[in-house]
């Protein structure tokens, strides 16, 4: 084998054959080196596929003898663990390995159950050996922790099976009675119903304070409980805490080390982290060496400190697997040739070998009291795998659900003091958000975490409260929130009583200024004095109500200390309100804008070659830690999550580790104390933050910082101001401009924006556009109004439906452009309902007569298209074959006279029908493609689908976003491996490139929509009345037009129900149409349906089939909508009996659109159903609008 500095291995005997015939000195010449004789390799791996990772090459395997390591049988687990652990009840550790050989056997794991992890049996054991109050069901969620890691049917399936061993729940609250500290080790006392536990547990050296608790902890029960309960785990392995953000992971792992007196390392794992950069990383000496540098986990496991490892649901699978060996074994090899190994061992080498021989061997010792503890958050549907067997079989996991109600009420009061009502209130409807089975109330249950809760609370305290509809509000940004999930929102907010009120946002706020302080509204805070005056900003800022309102907010947070995070649109003023908040208060700025090229270590350190050394230069965020300034982040959400999500500790616990090795701690910190700081940056007590990003989701195609990281930062809405606020600040900007025409742009582009939120135009047109109009027009008066008005709107030039819309709302506003574009009429018709019994008898269906003139015909049975009629095709009346619409005003019989009609009657009625359905798609069949026909229906909605299919292209866009692919040969210096260039390495280069799918991963899955249409009888006969047959159409044409070309991404089906059932399948998902003529086919095929099916409604039967085969399939997400006429009260369908149909699976997310009603039938339907899921569309144009809110909610939800 050629090894990298151009030696060559040879084996032994060709070796010493070689070596008899030249000697050894030409052998060193040549460069070979001998093979022992003794090498062997020995390799592990787990059988692919079935788990993830590399198939073994047939070259490669071929080299191998196999050996199956099989799990050991249920007698021999037993009787080990008997003979390890005889303090425990025979009958606890019966019951314990009956469930893990269950969980284990084939059976579960066709139920996709993951695997459970057998070899930690030895720890569930030990538990239950030194506390004789753990129960078999709390030892098997340490190992097993399927309430979170399972959907509902695979907790199911686990409850199943415990309950079959009568492994039952067991309640018990242990408590701290003792803990005296010791070397390496402390002897802790635990008691629970009167029993007495002692053990001893790794602690750390540093004696607690007389001080019982820790900063802004609070005791509670839950946490005393699980403060105990990860106590005991730590005696005998390392943890993984599982949490939701904000529920006090952090809090509680401080707490624990506080107690036993740790040192804590926080090490932030992120998406990106390479196994040097978790273990160690080369960097240079000031003479040019290069040396490798200890990472902080090695530095704890050698110095026996707390390792926290922060977000470990973000780290790559192949970086994980380093820590197995170190958590299972505590032995670890390192690049530079060391090698850590467990205390014991290396004791028994010590007394053996020496200390020195072990030394100069490269063997450390790890520290007998070194633990890890990892935080994580659950698994969700676009991390679920990151859970999964191999990583099951590293830690004890502890469940850490949210607070209950009074816990949190207990913890904010004892924090922060007596709250007002309207807290409580903020209080309850957070936790009704997190209770609520549907997905969308529970994602914005995490803007208002526990975290987030305590800063609104603490400032509610201190400064005048502002209502509780508008603090949720702000801290929701319900602004940008998609129209479902607002219209949700809302809906709880009604429910329980809180109603926007404007008593304080409407008040007039001045900005005031004295020698030492500034004053704005009711808020006065003294102004900084500063050396660093050239990074003040110094900005043109023209106050306006909204802004002011906007900068007493801001200024109130920064007195409370908080970091905050500015969000809104492009445009909208965010940079300029940042800088005026600086030069109010005369604060330093540093600032960094980032971009998706963003690195952790660019976003921390800068680092450059000079005369072979690499010197780190400090980047804008660490000098402003360092001097105290207010760092701006600008763009934030332009860079990816898990770079940006470094963030976390610096901001909630003032704590970094930066790529040299350094670290910012708080001021406060005990290792400021110690004599060696070099490597310690206290973080300035002035430090803050201010985070900008844009609005997430569509048409702003960066990342959601928000929701990756809201909870950290006190949120703010950046919305465009009002009009009231923009005509104030653009009369400062062109004071010559007549107040009329600023009047006029100023509602003009008011109509614009409320179109971009209803999804109606792309493009949010904002305040820096019409600002830069206006100062045009005060720059150059002469030009004329359309050439000024180009200078925005030209970027729209060649989109004709949107330039003809804009033309349009301007000319609306007295903005007079020539348009082409024209008016559609609208007529109002009123329907009269005569209730009068015919008192005629029926005979045998036929065609009837066909009226050359177009007549009207009422009653009788002589005419073809007659209404109300008998035997004849029409409309409204009975015994008739099949419904024919001649465009007359229909005149309806009555259902009691329609159920009179004898069965025979309606059989050869029936067999009539079926006979022109035949005929009728035998005709669609044959016909040639209509043009103008199938125009009529694409015409309607193609602003819609050119709008849907703009968001469906930067969805497919984002899927397909090249990413820097590392370790190359060729393109950019990668700044993170440059001491690996000056060593000579050659794949130290990036470029972009779309990354590879990882090899095992599974395919990437479509999303599926299941379109449910209403083709009964009901949609023929009022189509005349209300246009619901044709708006139903026009849906129909929406979905296959907008859905055209992204079949690999979304695929779609489209079924049918009528009085003749509910399987009706006009489009297949394999089959979609592919060209117009297709198209018109399906609109024909659907249309032929309801003019001559049998009478009678299918609708939940649809509902419920639809939702639940949809939820058996294996897709990416499930969207099921509905469309009715919502004439269920004739079959006495009650509300209630929709809802749980549309509910029926958590997996499909199911809507019902109602597109006709008779009297207020469809109100009430859309009332009783839950908030988002029902909507009423009566108005024409209206219906491809609430699809488009529908699929850029649901579909956007999960990119």
């Known amino acids: 084998m050629n090894l990298e500095d151009g030696r060559f291995l040879v084996s032994a005997s060709r070796y010493d054959k070689l070596l008899k015939e030249n000697g050894e000195e030409q052998l060193k010449k040549w460069g070979l080196v001998r093979v022992s004789e003794d090498f062997r390799v020995i390799a592990l791996g787990l059988p692919v596929p079935g788990y993830y990772g590399n198939p073994l090459d047939p070259p490669l395997r071929s080299r191998f003898q196999a050996r199956n390591v099989s799990t050991p049988s249920y007698k021999d687990t037993f009787d080990l663990l008997a003979a390890n652990y005889p303090t425990v009840p025979q009958d606890k550790l019966s019951q314990l390995l009956s469930c893990a050989f269950a969980l284990m056997s084939p059976e579960s794991q066709a139920l996709g159950l993951p695997d459970f992890p057998g070899d930690n049996l030895h720890i569930a054991a030990q538990l239950l050996a030194y506390f004789p109050w753990y129960s078999v069901r709390d030892a098997v969620k340490k190992l097993y922790p399927y309430e979170t890691l399972l959907n509902t049917e695979g907790q199911r399936a686990v409850e199943d099976i415990l309950n079959s061993f009568r492994i039952k729940q067991e309640e018990h609250i242990p408590e701290i009675e003792t803990i005296s500290v010791g070397e390496n080790f402390t002897n802790a006392v635990l008691k629970c119903q009167g029993k007495k536990a002692a053990v001893l547990v790794p602690c750390g050296n540093i004696t ?19 403060l105990v309960e990860c106590l005991e785990s730590h005696s005998c392995t390392d943890i993984c805490i599982l949490g939701p953000r904000g529920c006090g992971k952090s809090t509680l792992v401080n707490r624990l080390a506080h107690k036993l007196g740790y040192t804590v390392q926080p090490i932030v794992l992120y998406q990106d982290m390479t196994n040097r950069d978790l273990i160690q990383q080369r960097t240079t000496l000031p003479n040019g060496d290069t040396i490798w540098k200890n990472s902080p986990l090695v530095d704890a496991a050698l110095n026996g400190n707390l390792a926290v490892l922060d977000g470990l649901h973000r780290l790559h699978p192949s970086t994980t697997a380093v820590l197995q060996r170190l958590i299972h074994d505590r032995e670890l090899q390192l690049y530079d040739g060391h090698r850590l190994i467990r205390h014991d061992r290396y004791d028994d080498l010590a007394a053996t070998l020496g200390c020195d021989k072990l030394k100069e061997s490269g063997i450390l010792r790890i520290h007998p009291s070194f633990r890890i503890i990892a935080l994580a958050e659950p698994p969700t549907a676009t991390n679920a795998s990151w859970l999964n067997p191999e990583l099951l079989t590293l830690f004890a996991y502890h469940e850490m659900p949210s607070l209950t109600k009074e816990q949190e009420l207990h913890i904010i009061e004892s924090l922060c003091g007596k709250v007002p009502s309207e807290i409580l209130d903020i209080i309850t409807i957070s936790h009704i958000l997190r209770s609520s089975s549907d997905a969308t109330l529970q994602s914005l249950a995490t803007s208002l ?14 400064y005048p409260l502002q209502s509780s509809y508008s603090i949720i509000q702000q801290a929701c940004l319900a602004k940008f929130l998609p129209p479902l999930a607002r219209q949700a929102l809302e809906s709880v907010l009604k429910r329980n009583g809180i109603q926007h009120s404007s008593f304080s946002e409407n008040r007039q706020s001045e900005i005031q200024f004295s020698e030492s302080s500034v004053t704005i509204g009711q808020t006065k805070v003294s102004i900084n004095k500063t050396v660093d005056s050239s990074k003040v900003p110094d900005i043109v800022f023209y106050n306006i109500p909204q802004h002011v309102l906007l900068l007493e907010r801001l200024i109130q947070d920064y007195t409370l200390g908080e970091h905050l995070l500015l969000v809104g649109n492009q445009g909208v003023g965010k940079n300029k309100i940042a800088d005026r908040l600086l030069q109010l208060l005369n604060l330093p700025r540093e600032y960094i804008q980032l971009h998706r090229d963003t690195t952790v270590q660019s976003l921390t350190l800068q680092a450059t070659v000079r005369d072979g050394v690499v010197l780190y230069e400090d980047s804008p965020l660490v000098q402003a830690v360092k001097e105290g300034h207010v760092l701006v982040v600008d763009e934030a959400d332009k860079a990816p999550t898990h770079v940006t999500c470094i963030l976390k500790t610096l901001v909630e616990s003032g704590e970094m580790i930066l790529s040299d090795g350094r670290r910012i701690v708080p001021n406060t910190d005990i290792r400021l104390n110690l004599s060696n700081t070099d490597n310690i940056i206290p973080i300035h007590p002035n430090f803050r933050m201010i985070v900008l990003a844009n609005r997430p989701g569509f048409p702003f195609l960066g990342n959601d910082f928000f929701g ?15 009009e009231e606020s923009e005509i104030a600040l653009l009369t400062q900007y062109a004071p010559d401009v007549p107040l009329e025409l600023i009047q006029r742009i100023v509602t003009a582009f008011a109509q614009l924006r409320d179109m971009a939120d209803q999804g109606l135009v792309s493009y949010p047109y904002s305040t820096r556009e019409v600002v830069n109009i206006v100062k045009h027009m005060q720059a150059y008066p002469d030009d004329s109004l359309a050439d000024t008005v180009a200078n925005v709107f030209d970027f729209d030039l060649y989109s004709r439906d949107l330039r003809d819309t804009l033309l349009r709302v301007l000319a609306n506003h007295g903005i007079h452009i020539p348009m082409t574009a024209e008016e559609k009429k609208h007529k109002d018709f009123v329907q009269l309902t005569v209730d009068r019994h015919s008192g005629l008898d029926v005979s045998s269906p036929k065609h009837g007569k066909v009226d050359e003139k177009g007549d009207p015909h009422v009653g009788g049975n002589t005419w073809a298209g007659g209404t109300g009629g008998r035997d004849t095709a029409g409309l409204g009346g009975k015994g008739g074959p099949y419904r024919l619409d001649a465009g007359h005003t229909v005149h309806q019989l009555s259902d009691e006279e329609k159920a009179s009609v004898p069965e025979h009657v309606r059989k050869a009625a029936r067999e009539m029908a079926q006979k022109a359905f035949k005929k009728k798609l035998e005709e669609i069949k044959m016909s040639e493609y209509d043009a103008s026909l199938y125009e009529q229906f694409s015409s309607a909605v193609s602003n819609q689908v050119q709008a849907l299919r703009v968001i469906l292209n930067s969805l497919q866009a984002k899927s397909k976003d090249r990413q820097w692919l590392r370790h190359q040969t060729s393109g950019d210096l990668d700044d993170a491996k440059l001491i690996e260039g000056i060593t000579g390495e050659k794949n130290v280069y990036r470029r972009r490139g779309e990354k590879e799918p990882e090899v095992g991963a599974p395919q990437t899955k479509p999303k599926r929509l299941r379109l449910v249409v209403d083709v009964s009888g009901s949609m023929y006969r009022f189509n005349g009345f209300d246009q619901r047959l044709e708006r139903q159409l026009e849906a129909v044409t929406l979905v296959m037009e907008s859905f055209h070309g992204y079949e690999t991404r979304i695929q779609y089906d489209i079924v049918g129900h009528s009085g003749e059932g509910y399987g009706l399948t006009f489009i297949h998902n394999n089959g979609p149409p592919l060209n117009n003529k297709e198209r018109l086919d399906v609109i024909k095929t659907m249309h032929a349906h ?7 409604d299918n609708t939940l039967e649809a509902t419920e089939h639809a939702v639940s085969s949809l939820a058996e399939e294996d897709c990416d997400e499930a969207i099921v909508i509905v469309l009715s006429d919502a004439n269920l009260s004739r079959y006495a369908i009650p509300p209630k009996k929709l809802t749980q149909a549309l509910t029926c699976n958590t997996k499909v997310d199911a809507y019902a659109i ?20 029902g909507f009423l569309c009566m108005n024409l144009n209206l219906l491809p609008q609430i699809l488009h809110q529908i699929f850029t909610s649901s579909i956007l939800k999960t990119r």
Request: charged share 20%; with cysteine; net charge positive.
């Open 449 to 462: 975490s526990t975290r987030q809760l305590l800063r609104i609370s603490r400032r509610a305290v201190s």
């Open 208 to 226: 607690p304070t007389s001080t019982t608790d820790i900063k802004n902890y609070v005791r509670t029960e839950f946490h005393e409980k699980s």
């Open 1154 to 1173: 109602f597109i006709g009603s008779l009297g207020d039938q469809a109100e009430r339907l859309v009332a009783a159903l839950p908030a988002g899921k």
């Open 1090 to 1096: 309801a003019q001559f099916c049998m009478s009678g």
């Open 708 to 722: 990756a990281l809201g909870d950290l930062f006190s949120c703010h809405a950046v919305d465009n101001p009002s």
